[in-house]
C-alpha cells in the first residue's frame, strides 16, 4: 500500500526561526512528489519534484528530493507569521490517472 | 490560469437527504478529475478519479453508490452525496488535471449534516 509520512505532525516556532519539514514516502511507480501549502481551505501548490538532488526554490521557501532515501524536505527560513499553515506533501504514482497519495500534513505555527 | 471553482462552499442539510456538489474548471478542459475528503486535523483522501465521459474509479471503501460522481464535460464533474448521514460531514475537494501534469484545487466544500 502507498504511504507517505511527515515528521512533525506539529512545529510552533518564533518568527525569524528556520525550520524543515520532512516527509517520507514508500510507493509504487513514484513519479513525482509535490508540496502543498493549506490554510482555511484547498492547498496552494508549493514544489514538484521529479530529479533526485535538484534543489528546486522559491523566495524564503525551498525543497529537495532524495529519491534513493525515499524522502523531502520542505525548508522555510526567516519565517514570517504568514508561514503559519498546514504543510501537505503528497506522491504521485505513476499508474492509471496518477493519482496522489497525501502525508498527515506538518501544522506550522509561527508565533510573533 | 488554472482556477478550479466549487459550489456550493458550504451547505448544511439533513439527515436522509442528497447534495449535489459541483466542481467546474473555469478556463482549462480538465480531462481528470479527482475527488478528495478531509476530515478535521486530518490530510486529504482521495475517493475518486473521474474521467470525462467514463465511469468513476473510486478508491477502496468509498461507497460508489453513496458517492455518486458525475464527469459530463471537460469543464465540469459533480458529487452528490446520497442519504447524506452526520459522519458524512467533511470537507469535500475536488481538483482538476488538464493536459499538463498538475493538479489544480478547487477551494473546496463543507458538507454538514444534521
Known amino acids: 500500500e502507498d504511504k507517505v509520512v511527515q515528521s512533525p505532525l506539529s512545529l510552533v516556532v518564533h518568527e525569524g526561526d528556520t525550520v524543515t519539514l520532512n516527509c517520507s514516502y514508500e510507493?509504487?511507480?513514484?513519479?513525482?512528489l509535490l508540496w502543498y501549502k493549506q490554510e482555511k481551505k484547498a492547498p496552494t501548490f508549493l514544489f514538484m519534484l521529479t530529479s533526485s538532488g535538484i534543489e528546486k526554490k522559491s523566495g524564503r521557501l525551498s525543497s529537495i528530493l532524495d529519491k534513493k532515501e525515499l524522502f523531502s524536505i520542505l525548508n522555510i527560513t526567516a519565517t514570517q507569521t504568514g508561514d503559519s499553515a498546514v504543510y501537505l506533501c503528497a506522491v504521485e504514482a505513476q499508474q492509471g490517472a496518477q493519482k496522489l497519495v497525501f502525508g498527515q500534513g506538518t501544522r506550522l505555527t509561527i508565533n510573533p | 490560469g488554472a482556477v478550479v471553482s466549487q459550489h456550493p462552499s458550504w451547505v448544511i442539510c439533513k439527515s436522509g437527504t442528497s447534495v449535489k456538489i459541483e466542481c467546474r474548471s473555469l478556463d482549462f478542459q480538465a480531462t481528470t478529475m479527482f475527488w478528495y475528503r478531509q476530515f478535521p486535523k486530518q490530510s486529504l483522501m482521495l475517493m475518486a478519479t473521474s474521467n470525462e465521459g467514463s465511469k468513476a474509479t473510486y478508491e477502496q471503501g468509498v461507497e460508489k453508490d453513496k458517492f455518486l460522481i458525475n464527469h459530463a464535460s471537460l469543464t465540469l464533474s459533480t458529487l452528490t452525496v446520497t442519504s447524506a448521514h452526520p459522519e458524512d460531514s467533511s470537507f469535500y475537494i475536488c481538483?482538476?488535471?488538464?493536459?499538463?501534469?498538475?493538479?489544480?484545487f478547487g477551494p473546496g466544500t463543507r458538507l454538514t449534516v444534521t
Open positions: 510507493v509504487t511507480n513514484f513519479r513525482s
Open positions: 481538483s482538476a488535471r488538464g493536459s499538463g501534469e498538475k493538479q489544480y
